[in-house]
């Protein structure tokens, strides 16, 4: 395939992935000056029969269509060409440079709140504008998010509605089948029937196995199919509470938006110190002792400004993941603790105020003491004889009179 030109334009270089649908290649322009790069996905039906490719034939025209007007948003590439060539579809999209978020997502490495934030920020922003287009993207997973390298920002690629019907469908009535990724893939998706908050559903998943380290398939339920996991974290409760929402099993207890859950992020987000933008995401599995004990000074630090009623527990050992769980005693103590000092705090820098005004009274007072003294020590300009009037000695009058 590398070297082979797809409608007479795109020439392929490498093979990038191959999925259930088809294939994915990196391929480059040549009908353009710089030959810019774009990816190709070939989309190759299992079932060769007419009827089915008539059927297919249609929805992948409709795909193409949804994809050419989700192109005009930031985070999502550009559709650039799409095209049928030897019973083979192809969708030709831009290309984006950087690395899926599944190199990111490695066991033993936790992601600060921050960057968790920022993921869901960013993700759910792009989830909106793609439900607002009607479009449900039904396989929201970290391959399929890639951080942008020139920004760093979160695309959402690989949309893939046709391939509902490429995947070794052969009953051409059944148009919506389940598609996802176990794991990622809530319950009413599983079966056949995704809905906008089933797309939330995935990228909560991806929050939660930022958090903890712990792939999906790895984390506990209760009896009612809901998730346990928040033992396993270091988060603030309010936004514990933001990802159980995202993620509750039964798609009526979820935010039935991307704009609602959005409003709840960008809510908690105004409450987090800025302190929080400092945090780095710890690998565990290579850090030596000493820059373990670093980090964690460091992680207990930033914990105690943010969430003074955690209990940090033993020290952090490299080859371990740990958890951090609430003590009401000793978030009590800290508490008044904290308020303790802080009112000493303000005590001293009010007495601190207090004397520097005082001093600085007594300077102004000196000075103006200083300046003034030798304008009252003068004489009167009435007591000052005129050097024009000639002055009478003594006596002289009387004895003129005599």
């Given at each position: 395939m590398k070297g082979k030109i797809l409608g007479s334009r795109y020439q392929?270089?490498?093979?990038?992935?191959?999925?259930?649908?088809?294939?994915?290649?990196?391929?480059?322009?040549?009908?353009?000056?710089?030959?810019?790069?774009?990816?190709?996905?070939?989309?190759?039906?299992?079932v060769e029969a007419p009827?089915?490719?008539?059927?297919?034939?249609?929805?992948?025209?409709?795909?193409?269509?949804?994809?050419?007007?989700?192109?005009?948003?930031?985070?999502?590439?550009?559709?650039?060409a799409y095209f049928e060539e030897e019973e083979k579809f192809y969708l030709v999209q831009q290309y984006i440079e950087g690395k899926t978020l599944e190199h990111e997502l490695t066991p033993n490495r936790v992601w600060s709140q921050a960057q968790v934030i920022e993921l869901l920020a960013d993700g759910l922003k792009i989830l909106d504008f793609i439900h607002t287009k009607g479009v449900i993207h039904r396989d929201v997973k970290p391959n399929n998010l890639i951080r942008r390298s020139c920004d760093r920002k979160i695309v959402l690629v690989d949309f893939?509605?046709?391939?509902?019907?490429?995947?070794?469908?052969?009953?051409?009535?059944?148009?919506?089948?389940?598609?996802?990724?176990?794991?990622?893939?809530?319950?009413?998706?599983?079966?056949?029937?995704?809905?906008?908050?089933?797309?939330?559903y995935a990228l909560g998943i991806i929050g939660i196995q930022a958090l903890t380290g712990v792939e999906p398939l790895e984390l506990e339920e209760d009896n009612q199919g809901e998730l346990r996991w928040t033992h396993l974290a270091e988060i603030d409760p309010q936004l514990a509470q933001i990802l159980t929402q995202m993620t509750r099993y039964h798609?009526?207890?979820?935010?039935?938006s991307a704009r609602s859950a959005l409003q709840a992020v960008n809510d908690f987000s105004q409450d987090v110190p800025t302190k929080l933008q400092l945090t780095t995401t710890i690998d565990r599995s290579v850090l030596d002792?000493?820059?373990?004990?670093?980090?964690?000074?460091?992680?207990?630090?930033?914990?105690?400004?943010?969430?003074?009623?955690?209990?940090?527990?033993?020290?952090?050992?490299?080859?371990?993941?740990?958890?951090?769980?609430?003590?009401?005693?000793?978030?009590a103590s800290k508490t008044n603790s904290?308020?303790?000092?802080?009112?000493?705090?303000?005590?001293?820098?009010?007495?601190?105020?207090?004397?520097?005004?005082?001093?600085?009274?007594?300077?102004?007072?000196?000075?103006?003491?200083?300046?003034?003294?030798?304008?009252?020590?003068?004489?009167?300009?009435?007591?000052?004889?005129?050097?024009?009037?000639?002055?009478?000695?003594?006596?002289e009058g009387f004895r003129k009179d005599l």
């Open positions: 392929v270089l490498e093979y990038i992935a191959r999925g259930g649908f088809g294939t994915t290649y990196l391929a480059e322009d040549t009908q353009i000056p710089g030959r810019d790069l774009c990816v190709v996905k070939q989309l190759s039906p299992s009827q089915f490719l008539t059927v297919a034939r249609r929805l992948f025209k409709t795909e193409a269509s949804a994809l050419h007007s989700l192109g005009s948003h930031d985070r999502i590439p550009e559709l650039l893939g509605t046709v391939k509902n019907l490429l995947q070794g469908q052969t009953n051409l009535g059944q148009l919506t089948v389940p598609v996802g990724t176990q794991g990622y893939m809530p319950a009413e998706q599983a079966r056949g029937k995704p809905r906008p908050a089933s797309d939330v798609f009526e207890d979820r935010y039935q002792d000493s820059t373990a004990a670093s980090a964690k000074t460091e992680n207990e630090s930033v914990a105690r400004s943010l969430l003074p009623g955690i209990n940090l527990g033993n020290p952090i050992e490299p080859s371990q993941s740990y958890s951090v769980l609430p003590n009401k005693q000793t978030a904290s308020s303790e000092k802080s009112k000493f705090t303000r005590i001293i820098f009010t007495g601190a105020i207090a004397l520097g005004a005082v001093i600085f009274g007594g300077i102004y007072f000196l000075m103006q003491q200083t300046v003034l003294q030798p304008q009252l020590d003068r004489p009167a300009p009435s007591d000052i004889p005129d050097s024009s009037t000639p002055r009478v000695k003594q006596g």
